[in-house]
């Protein structure tokens, strides 16, 4: 997974890197409720505030969640089994590529709203306005994603392994 992450956060540094050379010297960077642009910045601000947000956050969350899933630091149910001898591999693994999962989404999802502001700034017509529905369709799946994400590992180390059960490993 470790390489996998990698490829994503690469190529999202060079989508948002790429994308931002299409952008005006002024960024429309913040879009009130109606979508309109009520904030601006200069486009090298805007690329390094969304390189900070589609990359770096999302890296070091990966990150984070990896070393404490290898030091057994992980909050899950039944902490002191899951993380015992015989189960510790398994679940720091287990975390590991939960822990991918969510950082993959989490670069996509940033990804798609970096590129609606991108839309929103080269967009002709008179002034920059961001498309709600899709922003908030967006918002929507991924509110979805993260709440199942972060339900998901308490259903998995709920119950507690038995002697022997190789199910879990």
């Known amino acids: 997974m470790p390489m996998l992450v990698g490829t994503v956060l690469f190529a999202a540094a060079l989508f948002v890197w790429w994308t931002g050379s299409l952008l005006p010297e002024q960024v429309a960077s913040h879009f009130g409720l109606s979508g309109r642009a009520d904030s601006y910045m200069s486009r090298t601000g805007f690329i390094a505030l969304m390189m900070t947000l589609v990359v770096v956050v999302p890296g070091v969350t990966w990150w984070a969640q990896r070393i404490a899933a290898r030091r057994g630091k992980a909050n899950i149910p039944n902490r002191e089994i899951w993380f ?12 590991e590529a939960h822990a991918a999962w969510f950082t993959i989404a989490l670069v996509v999802f940033m990804s798609t709203v970096h590129w609606l502001a991108v839309q929103a700034n080269v967009a002709p017509g008179s002034g920059a306005r961001l498309d709600n529905a899709v922003f908030l369709t967006l918002l929507g799946v991924f509110m979805a994603f993260v709440i199942g994400w972060s339900v998901w590992p308490m259903v998995r180390f709920r119950k507690r392994p038995n002697a022997g059960d190789r199910t879990h490993r």
């Open 84 to 95: 015992s001898a015989p189960h510790a591999e398994s679940t720091a693994r287990f975390l």
